[in-house]
């Protein structure tokens, strides 16, 4: 069982909040993740790369010189491979990287990467984090009265709130996401976790599979 000290907007301490990393995953597995990881990142390439092989490249397809009494290498066209300007011996082509684990998988994939940040101690957590309006000066001073500025940072949130979300994303290395949206690739990537106790009860909930009626009945 791990005691996360809360804390509020001004970095003061204003309570704790116990949680076990089992709850979330029972074990860490680091091939799961790699693959989960691996995944997304594949994912992301867009793939419209496009190189001319020596059929497309300009130039005559006449022999340079004689066969033989030259003294040189034997040559053909111009627009070979292995010479300067000529096309490229095995072209790349548009291609799609993406393919897709199962959702069970990446789901329990995720539950482990936030489960090990925990293990690292790399989660922080805060009472509530909200803006009437959005304000990156806020957010800014927020993160460095809990000692996260200047560090890569994910922001983690019950449900989408859009003025955390304009206020947060145009400083450097930090990202804002819904619970909803947590993946392993970008719970993994950033040194600090920053949570609201509302958004890391929403993600124990999500992991337990369970209604908030059932939750709250069992509370």
């Known amino acids: 069982m791990s005691s996360l000290t809360v804390f509020n907007k001004t970095g003061k301490e204003v309570g704790t909040y116990e949680v076990d990393p089992q709850d979330l995953a029972p074990r860490i597995s680091k091939q799961l993740l790699h693959d989960a990881v691996v995944m997304y990142q594949a994912n992301l390439r867009q793939g419209t790369f496009r190189t001319k092989s020596r059929a497309e490249v300009a130039g005559s397809t006449k022999k340079m010189y004689r066969q033989k009494g030259t003294g040189n290498a034997r040559a053909g066209g111009r627009r070979s491979g292995v010479r300067r300007g000529g096309g ?24 482990m990467a936030l489960a090990s940040k925990l293990r690292d101690n790399q989660v922080v957590l805060l009472d509530e984090l909200g803006f009437s309006q959005p304000k990156t ?52 990537r950033p040194g600090k976790v920053v949570m609201t106790t509302a958004a890391m009860d929403a993600f124990r909930q999500r992991a337990s599979g369970k209604k908030p009626e059932e939750q709250t009945a069992k509370d």
């Open 137 to 188: 000066r806020e957010m800014a001073a927020v993160l460095k009265a809990i000692g996260c500025d200047g560090a890569s940072v994910l922001v983690a949130t019950a449900a989408y709130d859009r003025n955390v979300y304009r206020s947060g994303r145009n400083i450097a290395r930090v990202e804002i996401a819904p619970v909803s949206e947590l993946t392993a690739l970008n719970v993994l």
């Open 88 to 111: 490229h011996i095995f072209a790349k082509r548009p291609r799609d990287f993406s393919y897709h684990l199962p959702r069970k998988a990446l789901q329990v994939a995720a539950r």
